[in-house]
């Protein structure tokens, strides 16, 4: 990995860490080439700290180590990006990140769908809301739902008609969503058991 320590004072390049599942930007640091090796080495991501004036291994007196899952230098080469699994919080204050962000997984729009579903299920009027209406019908209703789009793109697998398949997907996958908040649970809830088969 080649690295261009010339354009920074004192050697120091930033060292941006980024929450190797969530994706998430965790927290800013940096790095001269004797905290990078001592990384490499311990597989724990150490920085050279500013106002300490050594090396300092994130996690040492908390216990909230980095746990390098890799590094990489930018189009410059005076910038690293470093992934990590993170064994707890970030932040000094005790936030998940230095933004005072909680380090959720998101799914895009997927997430803010889940939010409208959400809203809808809490604050509108049934009579004027679809989805309000299905969890003022009960499980049973939108359980059936469920299965009634799924029969659906079973139907439209068969046939030629992609559009039509991919038009009943939404629906099941919508259907789905909000099956999900029904039963107390969201998306993340199903991805983290689909993790835990991946090992």
């Known amino acids: ?76 080469n005076d910038t690293l990006l470093i992934r990590v699994n993170p064994i707890g919080p970030t932040c000094h204050t005790g936030s998940d990140t230095c933004w005072q962000e909680t380090n959720n997984e998101e799914f895009g729009f997927i997430t803010k769908l889940e939010s409208i579903i959400k809203n809808r299920k809490e604050n509108a009027d049934s009579e004027k809301s679809y989805v309000a209406s299905l969890f003022a019908k009960g499980i049973n209703k939108i359980a059936q739902k469920v299965g009634e789009e799924a029969v659906e793109v079973v139907i439209e697998a068969k046939d030629e008609n992609n559009d039509l398949f991919l038009s009943e997907s939404a629906d099941l996958l919508f259907h789905y969503l909000i099956l999900l908040q029904a039963k107390g649970f969201q998306l993340n809830d199903v991805v983290t058991i689909l993790k835990n088969r991946e090992k």
Not at 41 to 49: D, G, I, L, Q
Request: with cysteine; aromatic share 8%.
């Open 1 to 76: 990995m080649k690295i261009d320590f010339t354009k920074s004072e004192n050697e120091l390049i930033p060292a941006i860490i980024q929450d190797n599942s969530t994706k998430n930007v965790l927290m800013l640091g940096y790095m001269n080439q004797e905290a990078i090796d001592k990384t490499l080495a311990t597989n724990k991501v150490t920085f050279f700290s500013r106002s300490k004036n050594r090396l300092w291994t994130k996690g040492e007196e908390s216990g909230h180590f980095l746990e390098l899952v890799s590094i990489k230098n930018d189009c410059d």
